[in-house]
């Protein structure tokens, strides 16, 4: 039994949650998301609470219903308070700047990098090496920053890069000359 899927959602009174065929449509005070539900899950809302069921009858059914409850809670939780995810630049000469949609990026390269955002994804810049995205979609958001991080992943004899602010380097030592 899938112990995530088996726990209710809990809908605050801003969320409007509505069902259409198989689709799911949340609605709340800072925007909205929709999601294609698959075949075997089935929703279930009462009093404010929403349960994701199926019919356990396989393991792949019991995995989408963790999954979608997953899902949906993420999509809740975007609509209500949104999600934020923080990028650092670290180098010599290494800068960002926002110009309208796109995101600046000065890392190291002959020619500064141009990342258009993706809508529905804000960036602010704050002492020209913080990046902090912002958007109510989780899984648009982390694949934003992920994008942003390929353009220069941090290296791990110096560090330089751009990484995530939670994320730990493990640094390797150099080579020592003259060693016999």
């Known amino acids: 039994m899938s112990r995530i899927g088996k726990q209710p959602v809990q809908l605050p009174d801003k969320v409007a949650i509505t069902l259409d065929g198989d689709m799911i449509y949340v609605k709340g005070p800072k925007g909205n998301l929709d999601r294609k539900l698959h075949p075997a899950i089935n929703i279930e809302i009462n009093d404010k609470v929403l349960n994701v069921k199926t019919d356990n009858s396989d393991k792949k059914k019991m995995a989408l219903q963790g999954l979608f409850r997953s899902l949906i809670f993420n999509m809740v939780t975007g609509v209500t308070t949104g999600y934020e995810k923080k990028l ?93």
């Open 88 to 180: 650092l630049l670290s180098g010599i000469g290494y800068r960002a700047e926002t110009k309208g949609k796109n995101l600046v990026l000065n890392v190291g390269y002959s020619n500064p990098v141009d990342f258009e955002l993706p809508d529905g994804i804000s960036a602010t810049v704050d002492k020209n090496t913080e990046i902090t995205l912002t958007s109510i979609d989780k899984e648009l958001l982390g694949q934003a920053a992920a994008n942003i991080r390929a353009i220069r992943p941090p290296e791990p004899y110096k560090g330089k890069g751009i990484m995530y602010s939670d994320e730990r380097i493990i640094r390797k030592a150099g080579k020592t000359a003259g060693k016999d």
